[in-house]
Structures are given as C-alpha cells and as structure tokens.
C-alpha cells in the first residue's frame, strides 16, 4: 500500500516569501506529525494533529508557522516570511492513533532551502 | 521534557567488527525507537522496543532496552558495508518522539 507522500520534495525559495508544505499520510491513519530535521541533527517535533485539530503545537518556533489539517487526512504546514534559518528537511509522519504505542511512519520528506 | 542522547556521534568501522551504540534518555518513555536513515532518505524504522528487558534482533541489528537505567542500545555484529547509515534513537513522549542526534556510522571494507 502507499506509505505517507510529501510534495513538494525540493523547494528553494527567497528569503521573507511564503512557503506550503503538503503530507498525505496513509489512508486511515488519524494522527498526523510535522517534525523539521536540520542537517547533521536528529528530527524535532513541530506539531501532532489528532483528525482535524492541532493536539499539540508546542514544537512550532513561532508564530510564522503554522499547519492545518482541515479534512482530517492531507495536512498543510504553511511558512510566511521565510528566513535562512528555515532551510531544513521538513518530515511528515502519520500512525493510526494518538498513542505514543503507535509506530509513527514517516514520509520521504521536503527539503527547504531559503536563500 | 523528555531528552534523548546518543553516543558515539561518530563511528568508523571495519567490516567484520562488533560495535554497539548507546541511547539515554532523561525521563520515563512509554516507548524506545531505532531508525535507519540513508543520505537524502526518509526514516525507516528499525525496532520498536516495549518494555524493560526488552530484545530485538534482525539479521546483524540486535535492540535491547533497561528503562531502570534509561538506556537501550543497538549493537552490530559483524558489520558490513550495507549497514552503513545514520542512526537515531527516538523516545515516545506524550505526542510526538524525541530523537537523539544520531550516529553516523561508516562502515568500511
């Protein structure tokens, strides 16, 4: 079956523009993850949808970040006033539930580089 | 707030060697990961460890976990060229995972 997608997997863009990220997670999984890994680091959690709604938002920056999941499947991480320190690869996961005792399956991920 | 380390960040190897990674972490996890990463690739999940005491083993992988001491490791065996990779250890927290910083390990012929 299909794993979770993510498109675009390259995205360069100019420094103060707006960016859209975009996840597919596995058909039927509820709980849908963004985490952002720099190179050389391991993955950091950004933000966990529970169906429509944000569960938890904790590891979002800031405020020019922010995610939606509108249906409960596609979730969009949205980036406005791009900086340098945005560059990452940005990775979705999904599972069947919310319960940490549910494996997180990742997608292949957006690489973003603000120039 | 659950904190995960790893070590060595480092590891260069010969082929045919054993070596094992370690992954502490710093509070009650409900859960322990191991993840493979390939350059410019997703993660792909290893292990996925339950309980104290817990063993994992897959071909030369083999996972095990003491949560009394926070500690699981991932030790290699007869390490070939194929097992080169990034890998991390990831603890459950009460939504997303936190990882440690990986180890890069090279293996060498």
């Known amino acids: 079956g299909a794993g979770v997608s993510q498109t675009p997997s390259n995205k360069v863009t100019e420094k103060g523009k707006y960016v859209e990220l975009r996840c597919d997670p596995i058909s039927g999984h509820t709980a849908l993850y963004w ?9 950091e ?17 800031n405020d020019r970040f922010f995610a939606v999941r509108p249906e409960g499947s596609v979730s969009t991480l ?17 599972s069947q539930g919310s319960s940490s005792y549910n494996e997180q399956f990742f997608g292949p991920g957006t690489r973003l580089t603000v120039l | 707030e659950l904190k995960v380390e790893q070590n060595p960040l480092f590891l260069s190897m010969q082929e045919g060697k054993n070596y094992t990674i370690y992954c502490n972490y710093s509070t009650t996890s409900d859960r322990l990961y191991w993840y493979r990463q390939d350059p410019g690739k997703s993660l792909e999940s290893l292990f996925v460890l339950l309980s104290n005491g817990a063993v994992k083993q897959e071909g ?17 065996t007869a390490a070939v060229h194929d097992l080169s990779a990034t890998y991390f250890c990831a603890g459950a927290g009460a939504d997303g995972l936190t990882f440690g910083k990986g180890t890069h390990l090279i293996i060498q012929p």
């Open chain 1, 45 to 61: 959690f950004l933000i966990y949808f529970q169906g429509t709604g944000a569960a938890d938002d904790s590891g979002l920056p």
């Open chain 2, 60 to 76: 030369r992988l083999m996972a095990s976990l003491d949560t009394k001491a926070r500690l699981s490791t991932l030790h290699i």
């Open chain 1, 78 to 94: 949205k980036i406005q006033r791009t900086e340098r320190g945005d560059s990452a690869v940005y990775l979705c996961a999904s």
């Open chain 1, 35 to 43: 985490y952002r890994q720099s190179l050389g680091q391991g993955p």
